[in-house]
């Protein structure tokens, strides 16, 4: 079993079929799981151009990020054929808290994980949104987390990324570039769909805007700090203005 942990499917690819790839190193009957976040379709592709040399692909993307794997809490989404699943599924449960079988196929498990990202990335530019916001209307951020932590509009991402802008700590845990990447994912699989998806448009646009601002490395909650710099609004470890 080789699990690859990357950040697309560009890098699953050349660990795949690159330079002493492991497509041609594995032993047939081995199995590859690919928690890479990627378009389905790309992850049916890689599936069968591996499986071709009869190896098997588990199409097994991850949830949780830098805090839940520390926590051993991560949730993998996957799918792919039996004879993966049997194979793949002790390591899996090792390192996940939840581990979803969700089909036979690959491609399956990374749709559910863009759904996920959909939800994540709206979630976090609206959390960013909210406490500049507050900011705005000089309220005191610190206590509007604690208020709002314990009320309906709270959310995982609000839970976990607002402490970042509080403490001024931009340091990546996932940075601003990754749901540049993902929810521009959601939006090719919108279009080709014919759905519209307006509210992860919208969220695309402050994350690209946030990059745009020189803070594409940077952690993702940077996205508060863009609606600090364009409305003059103070935010800690910010410029003063």
């Given at each position: 079993v080789v699990i690859s942990v990357v950040v697309n499917a560009a890098q699953t690819e050349a660990?795949?079929?690159?330079?002493?790839?492991?497509?041609?190193?594995?032993?047939?009957?081995?199995?590859?799981?690919?928690?890479?976040?990627?378009d389905p379709d790309v992850a049916r592709n890689l599936a069968a151009r591996l499986e071709t040399s009869e190896r098997l692909y588990l199409d097994a993307p991850i949830s949780g990020g830098s805090v839940r794997a520390a926590e051993g809490a991560l949730t993998v989404l996957a799918s792919g054929s039996a004879a993966a699943f049997a194979k793949a599924r002790p390591a899996l449960d090792a390192m996940a808290a939840k581990l979803y079988e969700l089909g036979d196929e690959p491609g399956v498990g990374a749709a559910f994980k863009m759904i996920n990202q959909l939800l994540?990335?709206?979630h976090i530019a609206a959390a960013s949104e909210a406490v500049a916001?507050?900011?705005?209307?000089?309220l005191d951020i610190r206590k509007v987390y604690e208020v709002i932590t314990a009320s309906a509009g709270n959310s995982w991402m609000f839970e976990n990324r607002v402490p970042h802008v509080l403490d001024g700590d931009y340091a990546p845990r996932s940075a601003v570039d990754i749901f540049v990447k993902d929810l521009g994912i959601v939006q090719d699989m919108a279009r080709s769909a014919k759905f519209p998806v307006p509210v992860a448009a919208a969220a695309l646009q402050m994350f690209l805007m946030t990059s745009a601002a020189g803070?594409?490395?940077d952690d993702d909650a940077s996205v508060a700090r863009l609606y600090a710099r364009i409305t003059g609004t103070d935010l800690p470890g910010e410029p003063q203005t």
């Amino acid at each position: 079993v080789v699990i690859s942990v990357v950040v697309n499917a560009a890098q699953t690819e050349a660990i795949l079929f690159g330079a002493d790839g492991v497509a041609e190193t594995l032993p047939e009957g081995a199995v590859f799981v690919s928690s890479a976040t990627m378009d389905p379709d790309v992850a049916r592709n890689l599936a069968a151009r591996l499986e071709t040399s009869e190896r098997l692909y588990l199409d097994a993307p991850i949830s949780g990020g830098s805090v839940r794997a520390a926590e051993g809490a991560l949730t993998v989404l996957a799918s792919g054929s039996a004879a993966a699943f049997a194979k793949a599924r002790p390591a899996l449960d090792a390192m996940a808290a939840k581990l979803y079988e969700l089909g036979d196929e690959p491609g399956v498990g990374a749709a559910f994980k863009m759904i996920n990202q959909l939800l994540a990335g709206v979630h976090i530019a609206a959390a960013s949104e909210a406490v500049a916001f507050a900011a705005r209307q000089g309220l005191d951020i610190r206590k509007v987390y604690e208020v709002i932590t314990a009320s309906a509009g709270n959310s995982w991402m609000f839970e976990n990324r607002v402490p970042h802008v509080l403490d001024g700590d931009y340091a990546p845990r996932s940075a601003v570039d990754i749901f540049v990447k993902d929810l521009g994912i959601v939006q090719d699989m919108a279009r080709s769909a014919k759905f519209p998806v307006p509210v992860a448009a919208a969220a695309l646009q402050m994350f690209l805007m946030t990059s745009a601002a020189g803070m594409g490395r940077d952690d993702d909650a940077s996205v508060a700090r863009l609606y600090a710099r364009i409305t003059g609004t103070d935010l800690p470890g910010e410029p003063q203005t």
